[in-house]
């Protein structure tokens, strides 16, 4: 076209020049009137009369913006809805919706299992160097240092929750009353009396005096002698209190010495300080045992805590019921061990001393604290520790009955005690024969929190656990794509930052007269995004994950973690890259339309090898699950396509920023044509995919009946079953063979 005819269109387009878009199509449609008209006269000399032919420029200029008002309008507000309505949108949904707080709470469960401290330096703070030093890739450490620091006086030690505003906000913490932080805190940072908060609210109620004594009572008894006196007045008829001061006045009074050997039970003797004060206190050791109950409350107290924290619904209200399950304290069994070696010690004495009438009641110390402890034992470590001082009686007591020449009461008792054995030596042996099985079926089928809660819980039916586990792993894997889509949120809005520099730089460059243009996309475009670029590929994910048995998420990371991995980076890319694609195709036609230049395409040779490098974690995917090495083989693949597709992203950036000027007006035109189209990539994943997952999430938290317990008071159910049965069998062995009446005695001279 000629000059004339370039001036004549601009000034008949004048009325249009707010929508610089608008006014290059009513343009290009004059241009091809004009270029119609023009071979219709006889050729390009007869392109002024063309001009002419359509009319005064003034008038042709009133015409195209009276005829274009309307759209001009419409199109004026689907700007202003894109540019102060989408992205403001999707920028604030991905706040509001920014969702990572079961990836947190699995992060502070695995430092529960690991042992690992949660808090980490005593002044609060997270330091950079810590960070790197323990995991540069954990992101609970990561989400500790933007916060900086915690208000004193906080132990999570005893309690799930965070006083910083922005843990609670990432973990999704619930509002705590002040009722439900005294039952769920613990500010062990100040005086024992200051945390009497709970328990003077009912003075009277023996749950909330047995957890303050678990927890400041107990520990070092022989500082806290009137604090157990109290306890002893307010629940008398409990032997948990009296049994704490006799041990402690018996340690005091003698030292605990142990002699063992590869081929020979350990012997326990005493060395004695005070043998009065031994006396009286192994005295009042039996006068605990003659009381009717032994109660630690631990059970109740832990009934009411799981009530504070409200309805269970997500994985991280599952964890905070595991986290206030392990903060339990079991301060008693020192205290119970303890007073069974003690008591066994000192009947050696007193045979040695040749008392050894008076040494019988204490060679059944062992039965009867085992007849205390079990039925108020309610997680596995109660059990063992029940098991394990029967068998020291078993080793210990017979001998010394021998020795003291009652040898009919020695066969006795060796019979009584192998029968009261008998349920734990089964369970041992099923452990020791299932151990290999279940780590096998764990390996292949569990999610790695269920592997570390169940990994040493062997001994149970295993029949169809692969089945029962699939609720659990899919629950994992659901949190997983959860914090990859919460990644992704954020990749995106990198993507529109990224994207507006670019703008910004060749608007500055170039200035206002060629600066970057916003083209409008067209519902058709609008839907086709949303449907190829992001409805597609998670449907086709969901249906992979849940129902492929060739999926990632139909094994155990340890069995198949490159399937995992492929399959989540695959999808990653797919909302990155298939919405920015279907733009790219819609950006060209639109050039096309407008007449202006386009991208230039890359060459055959380097699409082609672009494509393949998006294949590459396809194809770590594909490597066949089941070993060490093969798993190690797909997550290298895996992640050398992901490291090579974030370069590609950063020279892509580059390169936008660099190019020659003649290339930059397309180039701001195309980022600033992209950035609505990421922001409604991102208010997809917020409004759409969230909210999917997180329904998955609550359906797969209900249907699992091993790792997470929304009902039953304990650690896990698998080990609430596995205590179940347990105690169950030893009782009935228990009352099918009772033990003789312990004689009390006087305190030796």
């Known amino acids: 076209m000629s000059t004339n005819t370039e001036r004549f269109l601009e000034r008949a387009t004048a009325g249009l020049a707010t929508d610089p878009e608008l006014r290059l199509d009513v343009q290009a449609e004059l241009r091809s009137h004009i270029e ?29 913006s009276e005829a274009n008002q309307r759209r001009l ?86 309690s799930p929750f965070r006083q910083s505003a922005v843990m609670r906000w990432l973990e999704r913490s619930p509002d705590l009353t002040e009722r439900r932080r005294m039952l769920l805190c613990n500010w062990s940072n100040q005086a024992p009396e200051d945390n009497r908060a709970l328990w003077d609210s009912a003075p009277t109620n023996r749950v909330y005096l047995a957890d303050y004594m678990s927890r400041y009572g107990i520990p070092g008894a022989n500082r806290n002698r009137s604090l157990l006196d109290e306890a002893c007045s307010l629940d008398p008829s409990n032997a948990r209190y009296p049994l704490v001061i006799a041990m402690a006045s018996a340690e005091r009074a003698a030292r605990l010495k142990a002699d063992s050997s590869a081929d020979a039970p350990p012997t326990y ?23 009717p109950e032994f109660h630690r ?72 604290l085992n007849a205390m402890l079990l ?57 020791d024969v299932d151990r290999q099985e279940l780590a096998r079926i764990l390996d292949q089928h569990s999610g790695p929190m269920a592997r570390s809660f169940l990994s040493a819980l062997s001994g149970q039916d295993l029949s169809d656990l692969d089945r029962k586990l699939a609720p659990s792993r899919h629950l994992e894997f659901t949190v997983l794509t959860e914090g990859i889509v919460a990644l992704l949120e954020c990749l995106l809005l990198i993507a529109m930052l990224a994207c507006l520099a670019v703008v910004l730089r060749w608007r500055w460059a170039l200035g206002s007269h060629a600066s970057p243009l916003l083209l409008l996309p067209s519902w058709r475009d609008l839907l086709r995004f949303a449907l190829l670029g992001m409805v597609v590929p998670f449907a086709v994910f969901l249906a992979w994950t849940l129902w492929s048995p ?40 639109r050039c096309v339309e407008l007449e202006l230049a386009q991208p230039h395409r890359l060459p055959r040779l380097l699409t082609w090898l672009l494509l393949a490098v998006t294949l590459v974690p396809l194809v770590g995917a594909m490597v066949p699950p089941g070993s060490k090495d093969r798993v190690a083989l797909g997550g290298a693949i895996v992640g050398t396509g992901t490291i090579i597709l974030a370069v590609l992203f950063v020279i892509a950036f580059v390169v936008a920023l660099a190019v020659p000027g003649r290339h930059g007006r397309v180039l701001g035109t195309l980022s600033r044509s992209l950035i609505p189209v990421f922001a409604l990539a991102a208010l997809m994943l917020s409004l759409i995919v969230q909210p999917i997952l997180h329904a998955q999430e609550r359906r797969f938290l209900r249907a699992d009946t091993l790792v997470w317990s929304t009902e039953e008071p304990g650690f896990t159910p ?18 099918a063979n009772p033990m003789p009446t312990i004689p009390t005695t006087k305190a030796q001279p």
């Open 36 to 64: 119609d008209k023009t071979a219709e006269l006889g050729g390009e000399e007869h392109a002024d009369e063309a001009v002419a032919s359509l009319g005064g420029v003034v008038e042709l200029a009133e015409e195209v």
């Open 73 to 158: 309008g419409w199109r004026n507000l689907a700007r202003r809805v894109l540019r102060l309505g989408l992205v403001p949108a999707s920028i604030v949904c991905m706040v509001l919706f920014f969702d990572i707080s079961g990836t947190l709470a699995n992060e502070r469960i695995k430092w529960l299992m690991t042992g690992a401290d949660i808090l980490g330096p005593a002044d609060g703070k997270v330091r950079p160097r810590a960070v790197r030093k323990n995991n540069p890739l954990n992101i609970l450490y990561w989400a500790k240092f933007l916060q900086r620091s915690r208000l004193p006086n906080f132990d999570s030690n005893y």
């Open 269 to 291: 003797w005493l060395e004695v300080s005070d043998r009065p004060g031994l006396d009286q206190s192994m005295a009042a050791l039996l006068e605990v045992l003659s009381k």
């Open 297 to 368: 409350y631990h059970l109740e107290m832990l009934q009411e805590r799981l009530a504070a924290l409200g309805p269970t619904e997500r994985m991280a209200d599952a964890n905070r019921r595991v986290l206030v399950a392990s903060s339990v304290l079991l301060p008693d069994l020192q205290a119970i061990r303890s007073a069974a070696r003690h008591a066994l010690a000192y009947a050696r004495l007193l045979v040695d001393e040749g008392h050894p009438q008076e040494a019988l009641p204490y060679l059944r110390v062992p039965e009867r």
């Open 375 to 431: 039925p108020d034992s309610f997680c596995l470590i109660d059990t063992l520790v029940c098991g394990a001082m029967l068998n020291m009686a078993l080793e210990i007591v017979p001998g010394l009955l021998h020795q003291m020449g009652r040898n009919a009461e020695a066969g006795a008792t060796k019979k009584r005690l192998t029968a009261l054995l008998e349920p734990m030596r089964q369970y041992r042996e099923r452990r």
């Open 550 to 589: 060739w999926s990632g998420q139909a094994y155990g990371l340890k069995y198949a973690g490159h399937r995992t991995a492929g399959e989540l980076v695959l999808l990653a890319a797919a909302f990155l890259v298939l919405p920015a694609w279907l733009a790219l195709r819609a950006f060209r036609r």
């Open 718 to 735: 698998f080990e609430t079953r596995l205590v179940t049965q347990l105690r169950g069998a030893m009782l009935q062995v228990m009352a």
